[in-house]
């Protein structure tokens, strides 16, 4: 009987979720956050309001992930972006929350660093243990995805086309000279700051430290194989990227002997199928 009301239970707050009703982890969210008067959906059970901004501490959805979900918000009078790794219901609760708090702390200490090795990321306002989630600065500017669809749809203006492609070696050449693996590079996570024209590093959620080749040459195979499926109207973007890089990195040579077997291996995997 016991069993039969606690799954009604659940039934009700995963419908009363849906509905955009108010939980719990929404009312401690608020409680965290200063400003807030009302937040929730989704499992979060935040609001969420397309057609408004994150002001007076409101939570708006951005996107949402596998692992994710991302708000735009308000933090102590600042446009901020919070970055909730919701729970996993299929694994235990135990190990759930041990597995999320990992890499919750390990997103942020990657985030840190890559700042201490220059490259430009968000500044990290704070993270929360408890709702697992991270606070970092609002970035305003477009994302080097939207920049490069422009190039296709209107025309290469090949001098920025330099610039960004110069921005993004260095900065991975810093993260590999530094043993920062970004692990997941592609043209969505780099953003370029609208009042400097300077890229922006950001989503460390698959990061890790790491000195081997190996690692390195798939991050850089990684971002290849987006730029060639999503920018190939643009050129060979990646070559202009590869140069850069060799100016950057200390160790570019045995990364880029790797990058041409990594190369063979994703050949041999796309003519089998």
Sequence with gaps: MRDETKKASERWETESDVRGG???????????????????????????DAGAGAGAGSLVLLKQGAEARVFESNFVGRRCIIKERFSKKYRHPSLDSKLTLKRLNAESRCMTKARRLGVSTPVLYGVDPVLHTLTFEFVSGPSVKDVFLEFGSQGIVEERLDDITAQIGNAIGKL????????????SNMLIQGSTNQLVLIDFGLSFTSTLPEDKAVDLYVLERALVSMHSSCGNVMDRILAAYRKSSKQWS????????????????TMVG
Excluded: C, I, W, Y
Excluded at 254 to 269: H, P
């Design 22 to 48: 108010k939980g719990e982890r929404a009312r401690r969210l608020e409680g965290n956050n200063p400003k807030s008067a009302r937040a929730h959906a989704g499992d979060l059970d935040m609001e969420v």
């Design 176 to 187: 590999h000279d530094g043993g920062l693996v970004h692990g997941d590079l592609t043209t």
């Design 254 to 269: 045995s990364t880029l002997n790797k990058l041409a077997q990594v190369r063979q291996r994703g050949r041999k995997r």
